[in-house]
């Protein structure tokens, strides 16, 4: 069964950083991409990166170099480094795996963990 368990939210002012982690287990997790999702209260479910299984990443235009998504395979974890953050970015984060070629639409993705809530105040 793949669990994937999010870690690392929390409250931080503007301009601030936070790097969130997902472990995952249950899956062979260097053949699998992964991504971040985030969901702000009253909004859709957003993707805001991707990492292939190869280590090919890619963004969402409004986290563009400010986000930064990695995994370890090793370790079985997949990080997102966010930085300069704002109030824009206050929801909750959660981590997906999925297999194929999937991009930053919800729908694409198989397995997600319960969230790490990210509060941002300016």
């Known amino acids: 069964q793949v669990q994937l368990v999010e870690s690392g939210g929390g409250s931080v002012q503007a301009g601030g950083s936070l790097r969130l982690s997902c472990a995952a287990s249950?899956?062979?997790?260097?053949?699998?991409?992964m991504a971040w999702f985030r969901q702000a209260p009253g909004k859709e479910r957003e993707g805001v990166a991707v990492?292939?299984?190869?280590?090919?990443?890619r963004y969402a235009t409004s986290v563009k170099g400010r986000f930064t998504i990695s995994k370890d395979n090793a370790k079985n974890t997949l990080s997102l480094q966010i930085d300069s953050l704002n109030p824009e970015d206050t929801a909750m984060y959660y981590c997906?795996?999925?297999?194929?070629?999937?991009?930053?639409?919800?729908?694409?993705?198989?397995?997600w963990g319960q969230g790490t809530q990210v509060t941002v105040s300016s």
């Open positions: 249950g899956l062979s997790f260097n053949r699998y991409s």
């Open positions: 990492i292939s299984a190869f280590g090919a990443t």
């Open positions: 997906a795996a999925g297999t194929g070629n999937v991009g930053l639409g919800p729908s694409e993705w198989h397995h």
